[in-house]
Nanobody, 125 residues
């Protein structure tokens, strides 16, 4: 059974930084493409960033490009999302997700097989 557990969310002022972590247990971590998504109140869950199994390929939503960095440590079964220059519009529940396809990136929610429970990020103005 594959489980994903996010941590690192919290309350931060605009312009601040947070680093989210997602630890994956079960399965072979390096065989998963990993993604971060977020869902603001009353809105759909949106793509934020994704990274392939080796960590050599990345993709970001335009809204976070240049401010957020996704990375992974396959020895620790962990994927990270470093978020800098946070804005109030970044406020959302952030979810990590795993896709059983190590080479192909995807921005589409339905292509991910496993999801974490989410961690709240609140950015005050």
């Amino acid at each position: 059974q594959v489980q994903l557990v996010e941590s690192g969310g919290g309350l931060v002022q605009a312009g601040g930084s947070l680093r989210l972590s997602c630890v994956v247990s079960g399965g072979t971590f390096s065989s998963y493409t990993m993604g971060w998504f977020r869902q603001a109140p009353g809105k759909e869950r949106d793509f934020v960033a994704t990274i392939n199994g080796s960590g050599g390929r990345l993709d970001y939503a335009d809204s976070v490009k240049g401010r957020f960095t996704i990375s992974r440590d396959n020895a620790k079964n962990t994927v990270y999302l470093q978020m800098n220059d946070l804005k109030p519009e970044d406020t959302a529940v952030y979810y990590c997700a795993a896709r059983e396809a190590p080479y192909t990136l995807s921005r589409i929610l339905s292509r991910y097989d496993y999801w974490g429970q989410g961690t709240q990020v609140t950015v005050s103005s």
